[in-house]
């Protein structure tokens, strides 16, 4: 049983469109964290977000935590060939440290 | 200031063989932990040091062993290699602490055939 869950799994666009990225569980959980990760690199930390509700910004990037902190959205407005990447959410479990989600491969087309 | 760097950055070996995985970390973080991460997949934690010791271990068979080094950098072993454990294998290195900011390397990647 995978305990985040990430959708959609591949999502192709225009640059220029907006998508939205969702990761989803049944647990809940005190903080998240939302990772991208390029070919031939190691994932790199976009946010952690702590406080259900919590809204983030970083440019062109806003990141949700659910009011009941088990799900998490993030939204790229106007995607850029440069958001191309894999996106994880990630969060802190105990003994397993740190779980990550499914991943979302994001590919934006000029 | 030096990021976290891994070697060798890909490596083939067959059924039944060991190999050693080696990191080093980002100055001043005391903490590695190691991942696996298979094609299309998240990574999966395999187990994190702190300070020398073994702080917290994944689901992953005794096979998968570690070490770390008085200067915080690691090596990961595996012994008897199988074919499902052709991966990328990312280290990550933190400040220490329970949810701290981990910073990922490059990755090795290990085929095994």
């Known amino acids: 049983t995978q305990l985040l869950e990430q959708s959609p799994q591949f999502l192709s666009i225009q640059e220029g469109e907006n998508l939205t990225v969702y990761c989803n569980s049944s647990?809940?959980?005190?903080?998240l964290q939302w990772y991208r990760q390029e070919p031939g690199e190691g994932p790199v930390l976009l946010v952690t977000?702590?406080?259900?509700?919590e809204v983030k910004k970083l440019k062109r990037l806003t990141f949700q935590f659910g009011d009941a902190r088990k799900d998490s959205s993030l939204h790229i407005t106007a995607a850029q060939p440069g958001d191309t990447g894999l996106y994880l959410c990630a969060v802190s479990s105990g003994t397993y440290k740190y779980i990550f989600g499914t991943g979302t491969r994001l590919k934006v087309l000029a | 200031e030096t990021g976290v760097t891994q070697s060798p950055t890909h490596l083939i070996k067959t059924r039944g063989q060991q190999v050693t995985l080696r990191c080093s970390s980002q100055?001043?973080?005391?903490?590695v932990s190691w991942y696996q991460q298979a094609l299309g997949q998240g990574p999966q934690f395999i187990f994190q040091?702190?300070?020398?010791?073994?702080?917290g271990r994944g689901n992953f068979p005794p096979r998968f062993s570690g070490l770390q080094f008085p200067n915080y950098s690691s090596e990961l072993n595996v012994n008897a290699l199988e074919l499902d454990d052709s991966a990328l294998y990312l280290c990550?290195?933190?400040?220490?602490?329970?949810?701290?900011?981990?910073?990922f390397g490059p990755g090795t990647r290990l085929t095994v055939l």
């Open positions: 990550a290195s933190s400040l220490g602490g329970y949810t701290d900011t981990q910073y």
């Open positions: 100055s001043g973080h005391n903490t």
């Open positions: 647990s809940v959980f005190s903080s």
């Open positions: 040091y702190y300070r020398e010791e073994e702080n």
């Open positions: 977000v702590v406080t259900g509700g």
